[in-house]
């Protein structure tokens, strides 16, 4: 208890100079939450459009991005027919422009696709999906920032379009997109007979691995992956949560240059007071956890009012209509896990010079100049 | 300066009393050997005893007291504490948190704790437990008339309080060496007098061994011993 009051009554004794180490482990803590969170839920919602009533995804080998993929419309037909799948579904994915808006998500889909199936139609009728070539259906918000109704006539890239549903998804891109009959995307992409990838779902699970081998026997220029797979092993949602995780790194690391000089000065205006705990007998593991346990301190309040600023903001983000469905609030508890523990290894960086510079104190020199 | 000169060195003790403290051949120089302060000191002390250190300031009292308290090493010469040579990496925390005590010139307590967390801190250090330690404190808070402020801070006691505190903390766990740098150096007569009273009280009622440098010859006078220091060696006057 005693030795719990020297770490806090030190931190006391400089509230300020504390607080504002707090607040830049806080800042940092919450930048971290916030770009890993809403990455990680950009990245959820991307694997939600692939995995949507689907388990298995399908696409060309070794292309570094989807958009790039080229799934012959013949392999789509095939796979279909194998007795181990419930159904499989081509899409498309292509970028396309309006005006004021230099990218909309297109999605060439069947009428059969689960993302129009499942989705709720807030106007048109799912019936009339791809009765024609022109026709569109519009996510929710993609009809307000094209300033779209049904029936309307919209330009999207080099075509106007005639909008015969919109409907709503939980998720951002979705709801910010375009549907296309498949057909139209691929003429209006010029990908005739292909598809990006095929979604697909099996009868059972555990027809995965024969599933997955036969695409590799049948299609050797395509590769397929469970969900799961896709999402651990797609370059792209690795560069990204390589550069999140990297952002927030170098907001801790900030903050942790915050915590060391906080210790620093903390060390330098008490050495007396270091050398009287040596005169009572204090070790130089029992001077240095004391130096470690302020820097704890400090970094396990900084990251606690990280993480609930960081909710917060998230909370705000979620509310802002434009990022309707991009930002995913719910916080991995592995993700503040991580979050805490890079706050007190921060920390604990922060403190190592303090410490062992409170470790070389000598009581006789600190004590002669009185 | 009335020394009996030829009484330098060893001292011939007529008790059969425990040596506690010896230093032999005590050599000890500060920026690189350029200042001389010890220049081969013997000296012993009995257990129980207590001696008083006298002589100017920088003849070296308080450098023998941090040799003895193993806060300081000699560049020469042996220093050992009941019967074991001081060495600061093989016993230093021993001798710190069991064998010595401290008081020095100014209190040196922590002012944001209270009286009472400031004496438990040695018994943090040496890992006491709570009850044990909090005992010792009420022992101590007794015989040092401090029971009534020991939830008090620091900032609220008075110079003598303060120089009680440090006391009470330097035999919180039960030392049985009471090294004293100028103990009453910071406080005015009348506080000198009744702390000084009271540290002779405690370590003859413990069985201490106090070793006290001082400048106050009134004070030294009411000690067992009184120990000239001079230009580096120590002497014990023949009036003695």
């Known amino acids: ?175 910010g997109g375009v549907f296309m009959p498949l057909s139209s995307a691929q003429s209006f992409f010029h990908k005739e007979g292909a598809s990006s990838v095929i979604t697909v779902k099996l009868n059972g699970k555990d027809d995965a691995a024969s599933f997955k081998a036969m695409v590799q026997a049948r299609f ?19 560069i990204l949560k390589a550069t999140a995780w990297a952002v927030g790194v170098c907001g801790l690391l900030m903050g942790g240059l915050g915590v060391a000089n906080t210790m620093i000065m903390s060390v330098f205006t008490r050495i007396r007071e270091i050398a009287i705990l040596r005169v009572c007998g204090f070790s130089n593991v029992q001077i240095a956890t004391m130096i470690f346990g302020e820097s704890a301190v400090v970094s396990l309040l900084g990251a606690v009012f990280g993480l609930l600023t960081g909710t917060g903001l998230l909370f705000a983000l979620k509310l802002v209509p434009a990022l309707h469905g991009y930002v995913d609030v719910t916080l991995q508890p592995v993700v503040m896990l991580i979050v805490i523990v890079l706050a007190l290894l921060t920390g604990a960086a922060g403190a190592l010079y303090p410490a062992a510079y409170a470790m070389r104190v000598r009581a006789v020199e600190a004590l002669r100049f009185e | 300066m009335n020394l009996a000169t030829a009484q330098a060195g060893t001292l011939d003790l007529s008790s059969r009393a425990r040596i506690v403290l010896r230093a032999e051949d005590v050599w000890k120089s500060y920026d690189d050997g350029a200042i001389e302060v010890l220049k081969g000191v013997d000296f012993e002390v009995a257990e129980g005893q207590t001696v008083a250190l006298c002589g100017p300031s920088g003849c070296g009292k308080s450098t023998l007291l941090h040799l003895f308290g193993g806060l300081d090493e000699p560049d020469r010469g042996h220093v050992t504490v009941n019967g074991i040579e001081v060495n600061r990496k093989r016993n230093l925390l021993r001798l710190l948190r069991h064998e010595v005590g401290f008081v020095f010139q100014l209190h040196n307590l922590i002012p944001d704790l209270t009286l009472a967390e400031n004496c438990l801190i040695p018994t943090v250090a040496a890992g006491i437990d ?4 909090q005992a010792r404190l009420r022992q101590l808070g007794e015989s040092t008339g401090l029971s009534h402020r020991l939830g008090q801070r620091i900032q609220k006691l008075s110079g003598g309080e303060r120089q009680r505190t440090a006391l009470c903390r330097a035999l919180m766990n039960k030392p049985k060496i009471l090294l004293a740098d100028e103990p009453t150096g910071s406080l005015d007569e009348r506080s000198s007098r009744a702390v000084f009273a009271l540290l002779l009280e405690i370590v003859a009622a413990e069985g201490v061994t106090l070793v006290m440098a001082t400048h106050d010859r009134g004070l030294a006078a009411r000690c067992d011993r009184l120990l000239e220091m001079h230009n580096g060696r120590i002497y014990e006057p023949a009036s003695a």
């Not at chain 1, 995995?51 to 958009?67: A, G």
């Open chain 1, 220 to 238: 050797p220029n395509l590769i397929a992956l469970e969900d799961a797979e896709f999402t651990r092993s797609y370059s792209q949602f690795r």
């Open chain 2, 130 to 133: 709570r009850e044990t330690a």
């Open chain 1, 1 to 175: 208890m005693i030795f719990f009051k020297l770490i806090v009554t030190n931190l006391r004794r400089h509230r300020i100079r504390s607080c504002i180490s707090m607040a830049g482990i806080a800042f940092s803590v919450a930048a971290m939450l916030t770009v890993v969170t809403i990455l990680q839920g950009a990245i959820g919602m991307f694997s939600g459009i692939l995995s949507s009533d689907s388990e298995i995804v399908v696409f060309e080998r070794n292309v570094s991005d989807l958009f790039f993929s080229s799934v012959p419309a013949a392999a789509a037909e095939q796979i279909a027919g194998w007795p181990m799948v419930s159904h499989a579904d081509p899409v498309l994915f292509g970028i396309v422009s309006s005006a004021g808006h230099p990218i909309v998500t297109c999605f060439g889909v069947t009428v059969a696709d689960a993302r129009i199936r499942k989705a709720t139609w807030t106007a048109g009728d799912r019936l009339d999906f791809a009765l024609h070539a022109d026709d569109v259906v519009l996510g929710e918000r993609a009809a307000q920032f094209l300033g779209a109704r049904l029936d309307d006539h919209v330009p999207i890239g080099h075509g106007v379009f005639h909008v015969i549903g919109i409907l709503r998804t939980a998720n951002g891109f979705e709801d």
